[in-house]
């Protein structure tokens, strides 16, 4: 499974202190101290592709004594906001978004730590931004556990973004102990446009997932698919970590960068496969100490 998003080569990289814009293509010099390690190795000369898959401890069956388990593992202790409870619909066909939005209000303002729990189904997601600062000082927690679907018309995104978090510290956006999944339905409409980098009847470029003025957060075990732009877009943002992390499209899908890092800080992009039709990670200016290490890239047009 893995063979078929992969091309014939691996690239392990590490960049550190990038100040110029590196998405631009605009070249390092050689003697330049910022580039810690860029390292190509053939697939043919490398080894077994590894787990890249977070072990957990086995859970034990309860039992008829035992109490009822929470409904999550992964955030104990912490008061579960369930989007259900609010109205989300987990038909596929239903726009979720003001129950999404309601629930993470309540998350937000809550007093003490706090979790929106999305739960197993799919949801018809519009725009939705998740905005900060919230009551204690820390954002809720998120945990997927479900399938997102993007509504698949362009015109449904005036922001041309599709899910945001802005003006957060410390969050945690997991798919649990599984994959969640963010299908942005890019095939239906946007991918028919012409590759904005070679045209300019490019209309809109909408990002799926999109941290803006956001720290000290750590995403993982989420696939995105199937991007109408930019799969994650990090912007101003400082001391993230990303793992765990699949991103897919097509090889011949216009726009649709892996992750895409501008004027930001400490971002550790790890353990992760990208296989899209445009970078699979590109770094914009005003980006310092952003490091991309163990990440299969292919298809896609390289780490730059």
Partial sequence: ??????????????????????????????????????????????????????????????????????????????QLFDVTDY??????????????????????????????????????????????????????????????????????????NWIKFKQLNGISVTGGKEEAILDARGGVEAWKQPSCSKSEKCKILVSSLRFSNVSNGNISNIALLNGKGFHVVFQDCNNINIYNVNITAPGDSPNTDGIHVSQSTEINITSSIIGVGDDCVSIGPGSVNISVFRIYCGPGHGIR
């Fill in 1 to 78: 499974m893995l063979a078929s998003r992969i091309s014939n080569i691996v690239i392990y990289v590490t960049l550190l202190c990038v100040t110029s814009s590196v998405a631009a293509g605009i070249p390092f010099p050689e003697n330049d101290p910022t580039i810690v390690q860029t390292v190509l190795v053939p697939l043919k000369d490398f080894p077994e592709i590894p787990d890249l898959s977070t072990d957990y401890p086995e859970i034990s069956e309860p039992s008829a004594d035992s109490p009822e388990p929470p409904e999550t593992i992964f955030f104990p202790g912490e």
């Fill in 87 to 160: 109205g989300a619909v987990a038909d596929g066909n239903t726009d979720s978004s003001s129950a999404f939005l309601s629930a993470w209000d309540a998350a937000c303002t809550h007093a003490e730590n706090a979790t929106l729990y999305i739960p197993e189904g799919e949801f018809l997601l519009g725009p939705v931004t998740f905005s900060g600062p919230c009551s204690n000082g820390k954002s809720p927690n998120v945990e997927i556990r479900g399938t997102l679907m993007a509504q698949p018309e362009l015109v449904a995104f005036p922001d041309s």
